[in-house]
Nanobody, 123 residues
Framework: QVQLVESGGGLVQAGGSLRLSCVAS????????MGWFRQAPGKEREFVAA????????FYVESVKGRFTISRDNAKNTVYLQMNSLKPEDTAVYYC????????????????WGQGTQVTVSS
């Protein structure tokens, strides 16, 4: 089992920034990708960003490219999502997830999920 604990959500005005953190613990051997997903009310959970466990590769959904940056600190087993130039449409519950597959963008590829952290962007 892999345990994931997110933090860093909150309320911010449009144009502001937030940094989400996700600490991984437990049996992390074999994890290939760490991802961030989000789910807005009435919508399906969607892929936001992912980073390989080694940190060498990262991927983003088109709508956040240039505004969000995913990174990881191997020594702390922590993945970050730096979110800049936030927009009201970024409002959602953000989830950290771990995948033991090489498919980084699909919800079904991730076996372990955090509890989620709310991000609210006011206009």
């Amino acid at each position: 089992q892999v345990q994931l604990v997110e933090s860093g959500g909150g309320l911010v005005q449009a144009g502001g920034s937030l940094r989400l953190s996700c600490v991984a613990s437990g049996r992390t051997f074999g994890v290939y990708f760490m991802g961030w997903f989000r789910q807005a009310p009435g919508k399906e959970r969607e892929f936001v960003a992912a980073i390989s466990w080694s940190g060498g590769r990262s991927f983003y959904v088109e709508s956040v490219k240039g505004r969000f940056t995913i990174s990881r600190d191997n020594a702390k087993n922590t993945v970050y999502l730096q979110m800049n130039s936030l927009k009201p449409e970024d409002t959602a519950v953000y989830y950290c997830a771990a995948s033991k597959t090489t498919v980084y963008y699909s919800v079904s590829s991730y076996d372990y999920w955090g509890q989620g952290t709310q991000v609210t962007v006011s206009s």
